[in-house]
């Protein structure tokens, strides 16, 4: 009997109807496998994996394959949005033994959840030095039942290394001036100049790392770090990887040229890169980072927001073509012919070479992705000139019929077989697009993408965070699902309480941000600072997972010390503070070895050396002491704003108005700056460079 119906999970309700026996991941299941003395078969995967949907249809919709593994095993789907806990510890285990790791992952487990043998994709038929499916689940049942010493010698082995394994993580305090110069020196290293970001294919947008080249511009002046972000940013926008029609980012590039994208769009990555094109444009100007910010705010409303106003997690990369086949990147990409039809001859010919589409095609089958083509710098402004100078995008004899283009291939688009869309609300995804769509409503005079950020913080408040103020991972439809948040949705969650708290002038936010961080202080926190992934009662696995480095988002470790750190430049609290300090000790220990898989950690430590600094803006919320607050480059600045005399943030007490005008006052490591009425004062105070 499948048991997936009724699951909040959309990746799991994929699942329902295979002829698997699936089981959700439950003490039942493991009860079940010892009742029958087999294994237990785990495969963890999520709804827009487009290998998932491939291994699911050629096994796991298949009769016979279905009707070996419900002879031989108890099977158990995950997935890992859901449940990031049991990923973690088993990805670590298939890492460890093979040396690399993606999904589907497959694990085989005895009943007492110990992993024995691993994969990740396994074929209908061996091909490519890769054993068929069959092949590997007869081989674990032959392991099973004729070597089961052998089995069990291995599992205990497995679980013997994963808990010998020590996190080092720092305990020297937290990261100066020359671990901070390492990171920035490793990043140049690695830097690809000729095609921006780091690194070779795949390529992702390395969202984290420039937040921390923007923060190390404004501390320091470094003009290179603000040229590697600007110029990163700049080539993916350009790229495939962003949707030139609708906006929005995909999930990574398949070569080092941004081109061709796997095309799958996450909230996450949207959120980050709407954050990081939104202090682009903060940190210089560039109209070309404006409009990215803001059409990826946009995007994120009208394609992933839910009735309940949330976001939902992901869009498919694959969808139908005109064929009737179910294929990836068939929503977005395009051929002349196609451009042609929809365009007419002269038009299509000039879409062709804005958009860089081809008779030979940069994609499948002749189609091509549409990008921006063009020299690098052409765009100019992303260093500070504020001006765009793409074509018919910001003025010039193209500009009319440019947008005349791109609306009429939208238009077209929309009427062909959309993505599919997971609409689970994940807590840390949402707290990562709170905290960007506040922002850039607030930078760009966007009170629409203001009131969409409280809608989805309201939602979290309501339905994620309950009477007790413990978070939830996921809902789904107004409803709670059943698995605790972990780390990374408490600091998400409290990092997007924390941004809409200063633009909103609102200290409720505040206070929700205070309730989730105490309990990261008091459930979370180990000996020294270090800080672990799932809560002291959580369901307790083989292994405590434990993870510092970023990835597609930031770690919970690295998230919760923002946060913290934060909320003490709020409160003054300094049990706050000190475990901010505590936890970004690993960033002292990795920041100069591995700074791409810790830049948000890096960020965070820029924050904390600039102090960072508190802004009391007494005076009007959304007037323009309080806009040119919100808009200062110093990094990981907080901003309380409201009425003198007001109750509704800590930094707001005891600051008068002076000569009854709006006043802002600016203090650092307990060292308040005079206090000013004039906003140009203020943005000089807040320029971040020293």
Known sequence: ??????????????????????????????EEARRRDVPVLLSVGYSSCHWCHVMAHESFEDEVTAAYMNEHFVSVKVDREERPDVDAVYMEAVQAATGQGGWPMTVFLTADAEPFYFGTYFPPESRHGMPSFRQVLEGVTAAWTGRRDEVG???GRIVRDLSERSLAHGGDGPPGEAELAQALLGLTREYDEKRGGFGG??????????????????????????QMAAD??????????YDQLGGGFARYSVDRDWVVPHFEKMLY????????????????GSELARRVALETADFMVRELRTPEGGFASALDADSEDAAGRHVEGAYYVWTPAQLREVLGEEDAAF??????VTEEGTFEEGSSVLQLPGEAGESGGTGGTGESG?????????????AGVRERLLAAREARPRPGRDDKIVAAWNGLAVAALAEAGAYFDRPDLVERATEAADLLVRVHMGPVARLVRTSKDGRAGEHAGVLEDYGDVAEGFLALAAVTGEGAWLEFAGFLLDIVLQHFRGEGGQLYDTADDAEQLIRRPQDPTDSATPAGWTAAAGALLSYAAHTGSEPHRTAAEEALGVVKALGPRAPRFIGWGLAVAEALLDGPREVAVAGPVGGELHRTALLGRAPGAVVAAGEPGGAEFPLLADRPLVDGAPTAYVCRHFVCEAPTTDPEALARALGGAV
């Open 351 to 356: 879409a062709a070479a804005y958009f860089g």
């Open 390 to 402: 793409e074509p018919g995008r910001s003025g010039g004899p193209d500009a009319a019929r440019a």
């Open 232 to 241: 990163t940013c700049e080539a993916m926008a350009r790229g495939g990887i």
């Open 201 to 226: 294919a795949p390529k992702f947008p390395p969202s984290m790392a420039l937040e921390f080249l923007l923060r190390h511009h404004a501390r320091t002046g470094a003009d290179g770090a603000l």
């Open 153 to 155: 010698e291995v599992a």
């Open 1 to 30: 009997m499948n048991r997936l119906a009724g699951v909040t999970s959309p990746y799991l309700l994929q699942h329902a109807d295979n002829p698997v026996d699936w089981w959700p991941w439950s003490p039942e299941a493991f």
């Open 269 to 284: 990555d949207n959120a980050l890169l709407c954050r990081v094109y939104a202090h682009l444009w903060r940190s210089t």
